[in-house]
């Protein structure tokens, strides 16, 4: 059973940075793609950011260019380097793991979330 526990978020500033972090407890990871889920309140749950098994990130249009996907198949771990936070970068961030088949992902198992909060 996978299980998916995030950190790193928090109270940063407009411009400000952030890494999420999430490991990823089960026995696949290395062949799982991985990805970031952000949910705004009132809003649907949002792919933002997404890795395959051997490492193409893709990237919603919101995040691209300040967001960063990786992935540490030794620590089973998916980072989210987050850089010129935004007031609408604001929500609970997920991580998600699933599969990747011809670039359409199909995420099967979500963490807990971890909040990030940009204010000034």
């Known amino acids: 059973q996978v299980q998916l526990l995030e950190s790193g978020g928090g109270l940063v500033q407009p411009g400000g940075s952030l890494t999420l972090s999430c490991v990823d407890s089960?026995?696949?990871?290395?062949?799982?793609?991985m990805g970031w889920y952000r949910q705004v309140p009132g809003k649907q749950r949002e792919l933002i950011a997404a890795?395959?098994?051997?490492?193409?990130?893709d990237y919603a249009s919101s995040v691209e260019g300040r967001f960063t996907i990786s992935r540490d198949n030794a620590k089973n771990t998916v980072l989210l380097q987050m850089n010129d936070l935004k007031f609408e970068d604001t929500g609970v961030y997920y991580c998600?793991?699933?599969?990747?088949?011809?670039?359409?992902?199909?995420?099967?198992?979500w963490g807990q979330g971890t909040q990030v909060t940009v204010s000034s």
């Open positions: 998600a793991s699933g599969e990747e088949t011809a670039g359409f992902y199909d995420f099967v198992s």
């Open positions: 089960g026995e696949f990871f290395g062949i799982n793609a």
């Open positions: 890795i395959t098994s051997t490492g193409n990130a």
